[in-house]
C-alpha cells in the first residue's frame, strides 16, 4: 500500500524508514529506494524531450549562473545540457519533497558533466549523482538525490531481470 504525505510525496505506510522515488521515460522506469533518508531520482530519454523548441524553458530551469554557463555551449549541445540540469533538478525537488513546487531555477546544481556532487540549500545538503544510463541501445540520462552520501548504485535492466526460459 502506498500512502501520501501532505506535500504529495507518496511513501510505504507499512515499511517506515524506507523512502523510494519513481520515474519513467517511455518504456523504462528507475526507482531509487533508501533506508537511509529521503531519496529522489528522475530519468529521461534525450531525443523524446523536445526542449530546443522553448525558448523560456531554460530561464524556467536554470538560475542565472547556470544560464550564463548555458550560453556558452554551441546550439548542437543544449538540448542535452538542459536536460542534463533538468533531470539533476527534478531528483532535487523530489528528495526534498517539494516536487515542481519548487522553481528548478532555484536550486543550483554543477553543470550536466559533473557525475557527483553535493548540493548545498538551506535546509541542507543533498547529495547527487547523475550521468547516463550504462549498457543502453538509447540514450537516457538519469540522476538521483538523497539525503546522506550514497553508499552505491545498482543497475538492473529489464533483460537482467528475465529468468532463462522468458529470454
Known sequence: ?????????????????????????????MLAISRAGPVGAD???LGRARLEGDPHLAALVLSAEERDWFETLPAAERSR?????????EAVLKCLGTGLLTCP???RVAPPTSE???????????????GACPGNERDFLWAVAT???LAGLSWHDYE??????RK
Open 160 to 165: 537482467s531481470l528475465q529468468p532463462e526460459s
Open 105 to 107: 531555477s532555484e536550486v
Open 1 to 29: 500500500m502506498i500512502g501520501l504525505a501532505g506535500n504529495g510525496k507518496p511513501w510505504l505506510p507499512e515499511h517506515p524508514g524506507t523512502e523510494f522515488s519513481l520515474s519513467h521515460s517511455e518504456d523504462s522506469v
Open 43 to 45: 530519468i529521461e530519454e
Open 116 to 130: 557527483g556532487e553535493t548540493v548545498c540549500l538551506p535546509s541542507g545538503a543533498i547529495f547527487l549523482r547523475s
Open 81 to 89: 545540457s538542459l536536460l542534463g540540469y533538468w533531470v539533476k533538478k
Open 147 to 149: 539525503g546522506s552520501k
